[in-house]
């Protein structure tokens, strides 16, 4: 497909967000804080995002689902939930505790998130969705936005996507959408083979940034590579990348560089691994598990000799009782001194 927007147009389009030019997905059970604070020294420019919080974890759990580090930022919260009075609570808590950004999760199909009334199926309610927009956004002056698919179930026209989008926007103010490039299915599938069966149409969403060219629109779904990444940024104004930036993170350190002009020069791996040490004893001192911390690192070294024999030996040992930084120190050892890496 040609490219709907004049180059120069859209790249001055992307400058003026310069926060959605790049992200890495919400992704539950995965970006956690310790992840988050991995990922940021890979690249001090690409927008971190939270798992998805329902508005009820934060207003009746126990736990501090918002806690995040100050080097994190920019990092956005993402939020589960349809009540406009609770997600306006949990937006003002957000901004309080210092988040760049709120995202409304629009776009996750599994049984619990339906049952709760929020993620995917909610893209049936574009008025409700305007209305948790417009309460959030009343209280917030930090961006709100959403995060949403290109339809559900037999619900998949264009028009569909269009009326959605126009909604949301027009009613509720929105003026930043990240689209997963794929329709969700509410009942069949599974939450994974949602996110590899339903077909990809990255057109549909390119057409889209054409029809809403006064909107910032971003692009999530399949992308596994910087060179994919900035054909995308071709036609929009950013990408989003999930579980290939969390199984292949070090392509988190081409970011800054290709994407952002940045002339520092990349870190390399050995030295991404000795810069997470201060913050590994900081956090051990508090009480957390190495293995916590090092789940999120196993991919670094991936498609490099001796990956296999790094992530075996922390995963063998990371877990165990009064496990330090030896453990990582060790695990380096076990990639061939020879590369320079």
């Avoid at 989008?165 to 994974?192: M, Q, Y």
């Avoid at 069966?197 to 054409?210: A, C, G, N």
Wanted: glycine share 8%.
């Amino acid at each position: 497909m040609s490219n709907p927007l004049n180059t120069q147009e859209n790249t001055d389009t992307a400058a003026n967000h310069p926060m959605q030019r790049f992200s890495v997905a919400p992704m539950l059970d995965w970006t956690d804080r310790h992840c988050r604070y991995f990922h940021r020294i890979l690249s001090k420019n690409a927008l971190l995002y939270t798992e998805m919080v329902t508005t009820g974890a934060i207003i009746h759990g126990k736990g501090d689902y918002l806690r995040f580090s100050e080097q994190e930022h920019p990092v956005a919260l993402q939020l589960g939930g349809s009540n406009p009075a609770d997600l306006a609570h949990c937006a003002k808590l957000a901004q309080e505790r210092g988040y760049d950004e709120i995202n409304l999760n629009v776009g996750c199909p599994s049984d619990r998130v339906q049952n709760g009334r929020f993620g995917a199926c909610l893209m049936a309610e574009p008025l409700l969705v305007a209305e948790c927009v417009a309460a959030m956004r009343e209280v917030a002056d930090i961006p709100v936005t959403v995060k949403t698919r290109i339809g559900i179930d037999e619900q998949d026209s264009y028009q569909f996507l269009v009326d959605f989008v126009g909604t949301v926007n027009e009613k509720g103010g929105c003026e930043d959408f990240t689209i997963h490039a794929r329709k969700a299915w509410l009942s069949g599938l599974s939450p994974k083979e949602n996110r590899e069966i339903p077909p990809l149409d990255y057109p549909r969403v390119y057409q889209l940034k054409k029809d809403f060219p006064d909107l910032t629109m971003a692009i999530n779904g399949g992308i596994k590579s910087m060179e994919e990444a900035e054909a995308h940024l071709q036609h929009l104004d950013g990408v989003m990348i999930g579980r290939e930036a969390y199984q292949s993170p070090y392509l988190l350190a081409e970011v800054d560089q290709r994407l952002f002009g940045s002339d520092t020069p990349m870190l390399k791996r050995r030295e991404a691994v000795r810069a997470m040490f201060p913050y590994i004893e900081q956090q051990l001192a508090e009480g957390s598990y190495l293995g916590h911390i090092t789940r999120h690192m196993l991919g670094l070294f991936q498609n490099m000799p001796g990956a296999r024999l790094w992530r075996r030996h922390i995963s063998e040992n990371a877990h165990k009782p009064g496990a330090g930084l030896e453990v990582l120190e060790e695990a380096m050892a076990k990639i061939p001194a020879e590369l320079d890496v």
